[in-house]
């Protein structure tokens, strides 16, 4: 069951058809209107470009993984990231027992350099994503293996209707996405009249408004100070100069 309202594809669908002036289907999935059908098309194309065009905080992410070697000074070893991995958060990589921050990811020229030379790492974690994999440099010992965690972008963003497991394409009528429930709606709608051979310039232009504040406001800023000087006032008129004497005489 949806949490907003107009969030199912039944619902954005019927909603993009009505808005165009289509006849709306009781079966999107099932209909024999071509239209509807393209429509469905549409609106998947526009949330799995929707899931990348900002990093929406609900497709954030953390995984983990156990680092353990198959043998004793095993050079490298790749390990499987989570299934609906699709980028990784930068700067956010930790060993947990070692609390030291991992080092990557190291590019393939330096890679090969570490390799070759037979490197073994034994302070830090040095890793990359290769294959769609984390291959980690020299890792621990299976006697003493090690917790890796960072978090990332998670590329399912919408939720199968009746299992309640989340997936990356809505197949059936009550699947539905993750997206404020207006922008699936405004940016399938853009495509339609693009992709049917309209004017999409008004509809492309009511969908970017809707995106610019809901990415705006999907997750707070820091606060970055304008003016210089953070530290302790030594000459402040109002903390620390007296109204009178300035420490002369008494």
């Not at 198959?70 to 390990?79: I, R």
């Not at 699936?184 to 310039?201: M, Q, V």
């Not at 705006?216 to 302790?232: C, E, I, N």
């Amino acid at each position: 069951m949806a949490s907003q309202p107009f969030t199912t594809l039944y619902e954005v669908v019927n909603k993009i058809a009505q808005s165009v002036g289509h006849p709306t289907s009781s079966d999107v999935v099932g209909s024999q209107d071509e239209a509807i059908l393209r429509i469905v098309y549409y609106v998947n194309i526009a949330c799995t470009e929707m899931a990348y065009m900002t990093n929406w905080q609900w497709l954030s992410k953390t995984g983990t993984i156990t680092l353990a070697a198959d043998y004793e000074g095993q050079p490298e070893k790749a390990f499987a990231l989570p299934a609906d991995f699709h980028a990784m958060t930068d700067d956010t990589l930790w060993n947990r027992n070692t609390q030291l921050p991992g080092i990557g990811p190291i590019n393939a020229q330096d890679w090969q350099w570490l390799i070759v030379r037979n490197t073994m790492i034994t302070t830090r974690t040095m890793w990359r994503i290769r294959d769609k994999k984390l291959w980690v440099k020299s890792p621990p010992s299976a006697a003493s293996p090690q917790t890796f965690t960072f978090e990332y972008l998670s590329r399912y963003w919408a939720v199968d209707g009746e299992s309640g497991l989340p997936i990356d394409y809505m197949n059936s009528n009550p699947d539905y996405h993750i997206f404020p429930w207006q922008l699936p709606i405004l940016y399938g709608r853009a495509k339609f009249f693009e992709n049917e051979g309209y004017d999409s310039t008004a509809a492309y232009a009511d969908f970017h408004r809707a995106f610019a504040y809901e990415a705006g406001t999907d997750k707070a800023a820091t606060a970055l100070p304008l003016v210089p000087g953070q530290g302790y006032p030594y000459i402040d008129a109002i903390k620390n100069v007296p109204d009178t004497g300035y420490g002369i005489g008494t």
